[in-house]
C-alpha cells in the first residue's frame, strides 16, 4: 500500500512544481536563445508523511521570444512519519515541457533598457512525466508514469502589481486518479529586479479509484527572488508556505512547503521584447 507521501506529494512536487520558486507557472520565457536553470531544494511535510526533491534540476531554453523547452529532473525522497521514521530516495521523474506564449500585449509609452514591457500575456504549457529506468517506482519514489498535464496560463501587469494565475488538468495512469490545479500568484517587482510575491494554490482529484477517497490540496505561500550579483544574471530564489486545512491521515493536506535555491539567467530580464 502506497505512503500518504506518495499519494499526495509526489505528484505535487513533479507536475506543479512551476515558476519556480512558485508551485504555479506564468506565461514568461528566458528569450531567444537564453537559458533559465533552476536548482533548488523542495520539501513539503505533515505529521505523517514528508516528500523531498534534494535537489530538484530544472532547465529551459527559450527557442525564439515564444517558446520555452524544458527538462525537469529530481532527486526525490519520501518520509514515512510515525512511531518511527523511515525515509526512501531515489530519482525521481524525468518531466519535458513546451510552453508557448501565444499571445502577448506589450506597453506603449513605458520602455526600459532598449525593450518594452509585457502587460498580457497567455500561454499553454504541455508537460509529460515519465519514469526513468530505475527502481524508484517499485520502491514508492515515483509515481507510475506517463503522466500529462494540460495548462493554461496567463498574467498581467497594472500599475505596480502583477498577478499571474494558472489552471491545468493531469492525466495520470496505471490506477492513479486525474487532478485539476489551481494557482494564482499576486506581487510586485522592486527595483534591481527584487520580487515578491503571494501565491494561492489548490490540487484535487477528480473522481475515485479503486474506491479510495478522492485528495485535495490547498495552500498559501510567500516567496520571491532576489539578484545575488550584478547585472542580476545569479539570484536567490524561495518560497515558504502552509496548508490552508488542518492534515489528517485522510485529507494528505500539508503543514508546510517550502522552496530555496538558485536561479541562473544567461540573459538579464524575462519579461521585456525587443522594441
Given amino acids: 500500500m502506497k505512503t500518504l507521501a506518495t499519494t499526495l506529494l509526489v505528484p505535487a512536487l513533479l507536475l506543479a512544481q512551476g515558476g519556480p520558486p512558485f508551485r504555479s507557472d506564468d506565461p514568461d520565457t528566458p528569450g531567444n536563445r537564453h537559458w533559465e536553470i533552476?536548482?533548488?531544494?523542495?520539501?513539503?511535510?505533515?505529521?505523517?508523511?514528508?516528500?523531498?526533491?534534494?535537489?530538484?534540476?530544472?532547465?529551459?531554453?527559450?527557442?525564439?521570444?515564444?517558446?520555452?523547452?524544458?527538462?525537469?529532473?529530481?532527486?526525490?525522497?519520501?518520509?514515512?512519519?510515525?512511531?518511527?521514521?523511515?525515509?526512501?530516495?531515489?530519482?525521481?521523474?524525468?518531466?519535458?515541457?513546451?510552453?508557448?506564449?501565444?499571445?502577448?500585449?506589450?506597453?506603449?509609452?513605458?520602455?526600459?533598457?532598449?525593450?518594452?514591457?509585457?502587460?498580457?500575456?497567455l500561454s499553454v504549457y504541455p508537460q509529460?512525466?515519465?519514469?526513468?529506468?530505475?527502481?524508484?517506482?517499485?520502491?514508492?519514489?515515483?509515481?507510475?508514469?506517463?503522466?500529462?498535464?494540460?495548462?493554461?496560463?496567463?498574467?498581467?501587469?497594472?500599475?505596480?502589481?502583477?498577478?499571474?494565475?494558472?489552471?491545468g488538468y493531469r492525466f495520470s495512469s496505471k490506477g492513479e486518479p486525474n487532478a485539476c490545479i489551481r494557482g494564482v500568484v499576486v506581487g510586485h517587482e522592486f527595483r534591481k529586479d527584487t520580487e515578491l510575491y503571494l501565491e494561492l494554490y489548490d490540487q484535487e482529484d477528480v473522481g475515485v479509484i479503486n474506491g479510495v477517497k478522492k485528495i485535495r490540496e490547498s495552500t498559501i505561500g510567500l516567496g520571491g527572488r532576489i539578484p545575488i550579483v550584478r547585472r542580476q544574471w545569479l539570484r536567490l530564489i524561495g518560497m515558504v508556505g502552509h496548508g490552508l486545512v488542518s492534515p489528517t491521515q485522510e485529507n494528505g493536506q500539508p503543514t508546510w512547503i517550502a522552496y530555496v535555491g538558485i536561479q541562473f539567467l544567461s540573459d538579464r530580464r524575462r519579461r521585456h521584447s525587443p522594441e
Avoid at 493554461?152 to 502583477?162: D, T
Fill in 128 to 167: 509529460l512525466a515519465l519514469n526513468n529506468p530505475t527502481h524508484s517506482l517499485a520502491r514508492g519514489v515515483a509515481e507510475p508514469g506517463p503522466q500529462v498535464l494540460l495548462p493554461l496560463e496567463g498574467n498581467v501587469s497594472f500599475r505596480w502589481i502583477r498577478i499571474s494565475g494558472e489552471v
Fill in 38 to 121: 533552476n536548482t533548488g531544494f523542495i520539501g513539503a511535510r505533515n505529521p505523517f508523511s514528508g516528500s523531498y526533491a534534494l535537489p530538484n534540476i530544472d532547465i529551459n531554453y527559450g527557442v525564439g521570444d515564444r517558446l520555452q523547452l524544458k527538462l525537469e529532473i529530481p532527486w526525490s525522497v519520501q518520509e514515512t512519519r510515525g512511531a518511527s521514521n523511515h525515509f526512501v530516495g531515489g530519482l525521481g521523474n524525468s518531466l519535458l515541457g513546451i510552453k508557448y506564449s501565444f499571445y502577448q500585449h506589450h506597453s506603449k509609452t513605458r520602455v526600459r533598457d532598449g525593450e518594452r514591457d509585457i502587460k498580457v500575456s
